[in-house]
């Protein structure tokens, strides 16, 4: 099964709004872990923020399995907003991560930083490479998002991923950030 695969990023230790927070790490990679098993992941496609991605990447590189990445601008600036800025050695393993998947030609960094919504381009960027790698390999495409499952009030990008994958017709698993039971 190929798998395209969004989530929330680590809590802002600054922030009163709780989504993801660290402690809650080590369960979800059990979970991501236990999902790539149970549905004979082959490949999986995200982004790479702090996080749900990373966690999930991590886990995948474990299994052997096959990654492939997607920015909506250069690895630097991505690293700056959507890694560096949360507690946590994520830093470090974004860069050995992209690193090996760079190696590997499965990095894909699309020219978004000017755009409006850099963000929903890649999540949509994300669910098509899945559909594409199903297509080229015969293989069924499902979603999975990780998350504590209430939409934010101002524009969720998790869920954003979500609507989309159910718009496209994917299986969707989800993964919950808050200790609720995952499906």
């Known amino acids: 099964m190929i798998l ?11 922030s009163d ?19 790539f098993l149970e549905n004979a992941v082959t490949v999986l496609v995200s982004s ?36 560096m800025d949360r507690p946590g050695n994520w830093g470090a393993i974004y860069d050995r991560i992209l690193d090996e998947i760079g190696a590997k ?5 699309l ?25 080229q390999t015969e293989q069924a495409v499902s979603a999975a998002v990780i998350w504590d499952g209430v939409e934010r009030n101002d524009f969720d990008y998790t869920a954003d991923f979500r609507d989309e994958a159910h718009r496209r017709g994917l299986r969707l698993f989800n993964l919950f950030t808050l200790g609720g039971n995952s499906k």
């Not at 989530?7 to 802002?12: A, E, K, L, N, T």
């Not at 030609?105 to 960094?109: A, E, S, W």
């Open 4 to 14: 395209a695969l969004a989530g929330r990023r680590i809590d802002d230790p600054n």
């Open 17 to 35: 709004d709780c989504k993801f927070p660290s402690t809650e790490a080590p369960r979800i990679a059990h979970e991501v872990r236990a999902l």
């Open 48 to 83: 790479a923020a702090c996080g749900a991605d990373l966690i999930a990447l991590s886990e995948a590189g474990e299994l052997g399995i096959r990654r492939r990445i997607i920015l909506p601008y250069g690895r630097e600036e991505f690293r700056q907003k959507s890694v």
């Open 105 to 109: 030609g499965d990095l894909v960094v």
């Open 111 to 135: 020219d978004e930083s000017g755009q409006a919504d850099p963000y929903s381009a890649t999540n949509r960027r994300i669910i098509s490479e899945a559909l594409d790698l199903g297509a």
